[in-house]
Nanobody, 121 residues
Framework: QVQLVESGGGLVQAGGSLRLSCAAS????????FGWYRQALGKQRELVAT???????NYADSVKGRFTISRDNAKNTVYLQMNSLKPEDTADYYC???????????????WGRGTQVTVSS
């Protein structure tokens, strides 16, 4: 089993920055892919960014150029640096991990409990 714990959320003014962290524990040697997802109140969960074991990132169009995903395999931690934050970025942010690409973001992967991000105007 893999356990994921997110941290770094909070309240920030529009245009500001936050860095989210996701620390993995347990059978972390099997993790190949990490992803960040978010869910706003009354909305469906959506992809924010993913990263492969080799460090190749992918971003949703809505955050491209503003957010940066990275990972530190030695620390079993993935990060999401969020710059130029907008009110529409307000959501609960969740970390996901999976051994296979097909499982990322789905029930077959592992999920943290989330961290809340609120961006004020």
């Amino acid at each position: 089993q893999v356990q994921l714990v997110e941290s770094g959320g909070g309240l920030v003014q529009a245009g500001g920055s936050l860095r989210l962290s996701c620390a993995a524990s347990g059978s972390t040697f099997s993790i190949n892919y990490f992803g960040w997802y978010r869910q706003a109140l009354g909305k469906q969960r959506e992809l924010v960014a993913t990263i492969t074991s080799g460090g190749i990132p992918n971003y949703a169009d809505s955050v491209k150029g503003r957010f940066t995903i990275s990972r530190d395999n030695a620390k079993n931690t993935v990060y999401l640096q969020m710059n130029s934050l907008k009110p529409e970025d307000t959501a609960d942010y969740y970390c996901n991990a999976a051994a296979r690409w097909a499982l990322l973001g789905r029930e077959g992967g592992y999920w943290g409990r989330g961290t809340q991000v609120t961006v004020s105007s």
